[in-house]
């Protein structure tokens, strides 16, 4: 009997170790991005995201944002909560944004650039 309760601790202590985050530890997120963004810091400035792949957790992506006498071209990735895009033309070409999105509702996007500016894009 006791033989068979230790076998049952044992078998619950690694089910139970073993439940959770997929992918050894990694919390998978899917994003939905069907809507645009708006930047926090100007609510005029407007990014729209076109991933590759929809309904993933890792895709490529293009897109554009517009604002005040602004306008650009984009390209990036993200998997799961990270992310990152490159201006391919525009006023900012060449800076790259690195960061993650925040769960939520709205979904967030909290970024920082190689042009040492932060941006934080709320989606509408």
Known sequence: MKNYILLLLVVLSFSISSCGKDDGGVDVFIPNL????????????????RPEKKNVNESDFSG????????????GHFKNYDISFKITNGDDKDVVYTGKFIKGDPLKIQLHGTNNKDLTLIQF
């Open 34 to 49: 069907s809507n645009g963004f708006f930047s926090q810091a100007d609510n005029n400035l407007l990014f729209f995201i």
């Open 64 to 75: 554009d944002y517009t604002g005040n006498n602004v306008a650009g071209d984009l390209a």
